[in-house]
Nanobody, 116 residues
Framework: QVQLVESGGGLVQYGGSMRLSCTAS????????MAWYRQAPGKERELVAR???????NYADAVKGRFTISRDNAKNAGYLQMNSLKPEDTAVYYC??????????WGQGTQVTVSS
């Protein structure tokens, strides 16, 4: 079983920056893809950014150029650096680690609020 612990959320002003962290237990992290999702009130959960085990990345159009996903396999950790934050980035952000359909894990979520 893999447990994911997110940290780094909170309140930030429009245009500010914030870094989210996700730390995984267990030994599969380095083999798995990692992603950040977010869910705003009244909306469906959406993919924000994803990084494969070999470092390939992809981003939602809404965050391209502003957010950067990274990982440190030696620390079993992943990160989401968020710059130029906007009120529409306000959401609960979730870390996901995916190895197979049966080995798919989620963090508890961390609230990010961007004030205008």
């Amino acid at each position: 079983q893999v447990q994911l612990v997110e940290s780094g959320g909170g309140l930030v002003q429009y245009g500010g920056s914030m870094r989210l962290s996700c730390t995984a237990s267990g030994s599969i992290f380095r083999l798995a893809a990692m992603a950040w999702y977010r869910q705003a009130p009244g909306k469906e959960r959406e993919l924000v950014a994803r990084i494969t085990n070999d470092g390939s990345t992809n981003y939602a159009d809404a965050v391209k150029g502003r957010f950067t996903i990274s990982r440190d396999n030696a620390k079993n950790a992943g990160y989401l650096q968020m710059n130029s934050l906007k009120p529409e980035d306000t959401a609960v952000y979730y870390c996901n680690v995916h190895l197979t359909a049966y080995r798919d894990y989620w963090g508890q979520g961390t609230q990010v609020t961007v004030s205008s």
